[in-house]
């Protein structure tokens, strides 16, 4: 068990680039959920799978977020068109039961 | 009204004190409690779980729930530098919705 790993740890991006997050869960965890964290505040819910189907998408979530699980296995997170609003830490959890365990986190910065 | 509302902080304590954390919620469908820690550009870490009322004791830190009152706290003993971080209470129902409090920054001073 390698805990759940994020790649790249820091994306630095121009405004209206796409940049795309991977996320590897924890192996035998069934539920990979997605977050976003800005200073200060708790993580906040994007979205979420349940093996390869997305149960669940943030009604605040812009059409410019797009998030995949292909095969129930990782899942990438996706940014069109980035916004300077966008800057933001991107936090990728597994969950085995009713525990959730994190990443290290991708931080997003848009210039 | 926040479905969480957590002490705001930070909260500054001397080496070696009791540090007292807290968050209260609103939806009674919430039925497991954690609690992370979470240090500086890095991710939450699991602190703490329990599903039930009462006191749940791991080394120096006890996590204590109140369904009734809904009232839910993290306490830490003999509190060390090394515990300076942000402290997020955590909740879940049965069917996998997770609500986060916005965390509270501790400091503990030599």
């Known amino acids: 068990d390698t805990g759940v790993s994020q790649d790249p740890r820091h994306k630095i991006t121009k405004r209206g680039q796409n940049v795309t997050f991977r996320c590897d869960p924890i192996?035998?965890?069934?539920?990979l959920y997605w977050y976003r964290q800005t200073l200060g505040q708790g993580p906040e819910f994007l979205t979420y799978?349940?093996?390869?189907?997305?149960?669940?998408k943030s009604r605040l979530l812009s059409d410019r977020f797009s998030a995949e699980r292909p095969k129930g296995s990782f899942s990438t997170l996706e940014i069109q068109r980035t916004e300077q609003g966008d800057s933001a830490m991107y936090l990728c959890?597994?969950?085995?039961?009713?525990?959730?365990?994190f990443g290290s986190g991708t931080q997003l910065s848009v210039l | 009204q926040k479905e969480v509302e957590q002490d705001p902080g930070p909260l500054s304590v001397p080496e070696g004190a009791i540090v007292s954390l807290n968050c209260t919620y609103s939806?009674?469908?919430?039925?497991?409690f954690m609690w992370y820690r979470q240090y500086s550009r890095k991710g939450p870490e699991l602190l703490m779980y329990?599903?039930?009322?009462g006191n749940k004791e791991d080394g120096r830190f006890t996590a204590q729930v109140d369904k009734s009152s809904k009232y839910i706290s993290l306490f830490i003993r003999d509190s060390q530098p090394s515990d300076s971080a942000t402290y997020l209470c955590?909740?879940?129902?049965?069917?996998?919705?997770?609500?986060f409090g916005a965390g509270t920054q501790v400091v503990v001073t030599p």
């Open positions: 955590a909740l879940t129902d049965s069917w996998g919705k997770f609500q």
């Open positions: 329990t599903y039930s009322s």
């Open positions: 192996s035998e965890h069934n539920r």
């Open positions: 799978f349940q093996n390869e189907a997305q149960l669940e």
């Open positions: 959890a597994s969950g085995g039961g009713e525990k959730l365990f």
């Open positions: 939806n009674s469908a919430f039925q497991y």
